[in-house]
């Protein structure tokens, strides 16, 4: 709804991007949200039996659902292209390789803002949680989260799932801590008072909308890189 793209336009645009796309997606078992006509968008883990057989597969234990899953690993562009003739429009990797599922390979810190005030929010909380990370001497990239918010990245190396998630859990409280009026870390909505909630349960075989996955919002805006210096210059509008 809203889009204001077809389906010719979703292919085309993953087409063009494959070169940037690939390689966050590589290796990652891939969970995507596909839009079929006249149906609500959804989510899909397990890949469909009729999936060609050039899609790499990997399974793991879903223990919500209680039941072995198949996800796709999105390693080439005719995986890619066959995903986008799916009507898959978002494409969400966990933070682990399918082949070291207990190591992440980065902290997010996942920065979404009241609604009303906005993507502007998010910059300001971004602001605390980079400067709690450069006091800790971690290096960090963002990116839009192609809806309102903003994804902080950490790369890490070697850390078990345990220690970036309790690692990820005291970045957000530091935040929340040097600027209580602006972030907040309280998980239920209620309790946040109009303040940006800065997730920090993005861990391990969680997901995160991948960067140049287009998303799901009027006008189909994708999830894109920038440079910290210019978060105050762009909106998530400016990139679709």
């Known amino acids: ?17 494959a070169d940037r796309i690939l390689p966050v997606l590589r290796d990652r078992p891939l969970s995507v949200i596909r839009a079929h006509r006249d149906q609500k968008p959804f989510m899909q883990k397990n890949v469909p039996k009729h999936a060609p057989d050039f899609v790499r597969t990997v399974r793991f234990w ?3 659902s209680r039941r072995e899953v198949a996800y796709a690993l999105c390693d080439d562009r005719r ?26 390979t980065h902290l997010v810190l996942d920065l979404d ?28 990239v963002v990116k839009t989260s192609g809806a309102k918010g903003v994804h902080v990245y950490v790369p890490v190396v070697g850390a078990s799932l345990e220690d970036a998630s309790a690692a990820t ?17 309280a998980f239920m909505k209620e309790d946040r008072e109009g303040k940006v909630f ?10 995160v909308a991948a960067a140049y996955s287009p998303r799901i919002r009027p006008g189909t805006p ?8 210019d ?9 679709t």
């Open 198 to 207: 800065v997730d920090a349960t993005r861990v391990g075989g969680a997901t």
């Open 169 to 185: 859990r005291a970045i957000a409280a530091r935040a929340e801590a040097l600027d209580p009026g602006v972030a907040t870390t």
């Open 79 to 104: 995986t890619l292209l066959w995903f986008a003739n799916q009507r898959a429009v978002e494409y969400h990797p966990t933070l682990v390789r399918a082949d070291d599922p207990e190591h992440p």
């Open 1 to 17: 709804e809203g889009a204001g793209a077809t389906k010719r336009d979703l292919v085309d645009y993953l087409d063009g991007i």
């Open 231 to 239: 978060l105050d210059d762009v909106t998530p509008r400016d990139f």
């Open 62 to 64: 879903a223990e919500a």
């Open 113 to 140: 803002p009241p609604e009303g005030d906005g993507f502007a929010a998010a910059v300001r909380a971004a602001r605390l949680v980079r400067s709690v990370l450069d006091d800790l001497g971690l290096a960090n």
């Open 222 to 229: 994708v999830s894109f890189p920038v440079a910290s210096d």
